[in-house]
C-alpha cells in the first residue's frame, strides 16, 4: 500500500526556515518522482518542487527557485523541502506526492498523495 507522511510544518517568521519531510513506504523510490505541492486558501494546489530518483534531477517552480531546495535522505525512503528566507505568501499547506509525472509540477499527474502539513509564515 502506498503511504506518504507529511511533517515539519509549523509557524515562522518572515525570513525564517523550515524543512518539510515526507516518509514513503510501499513502493520503491528509485522508480518514482516526489513532487511537493501546496494549497493555500481560495487558491488552486500549486506545484512547488519535484525530485525524479532515477536521475536525481530537481525542479523548481519560479516563485520559490533560489530559497527552496529539494532532496532525498540518505535511508532513501524519505524526501525532504529545505524552505528558506520564507515569505507570507509561503503560507499554505504543503503536500507530497508520487508518480511518473511528465510534466512534473502539474498536481494532476500525481495519483498518490500525502495529508500535508501546515506552514504559515506570519510575524
Known amino acids: 500500500q502506498v503511504q506518504l507522511v507529511e511533517s515539519g510544518g509549523g509557524l515562522v517568521q518572515p525570513g525564517g526556515s523550515l524543512r518539510l519531510s515526507c516518509a514513503v513506504s510501499?513502493?520503491?523510490?528509485?522508480?518514482?518522482?516526489i513532487g511537493w505541492f501546496r494549497q493555500a486558501p481560495g487558491k488552486e494546489r500549486e506545484g512547488v518542487s519535484c525530485?525524479?530518483?532515477?536521475?536525481?534531477?530537481?525542479f523548481y517552480a519560479e516563485p520559490v527557485k533560489g530559497r527552496f531546495s529539494i532532496s532525498r535522505g540518505n535511508a532513501k525512503n524519505t524526501v525532504y523541502l529545505e524552505m528558506n528566507s520564507l515569505k507570507p505568501e509561503d503560507t499554505a499547506v504543503y503536500y507530497c506526492?508520487?508518480?511518473?509525472?511528465?510534466?512534473?509540477?502539474?498536481?494532476?499527474?500525481?495519483?498518490?498523495w500525502g495529508q500535508g502539513t501546515q506552514v504559515t509564515v506570519s510575524s
Open positions: 510501499g513502493f520503491n523510490l528509485d522508480y518514482y518522482a
Open positions: 506526492a508520487t508518480g511518473t509525472p511528465l510534466r512534473v509540477l502539474n498536481p494532476n499527474e500525481y495519483p498518490y
Open positions: 525530485i525524479r530518483s532515477s536521475d536525481g534531477s530537481t
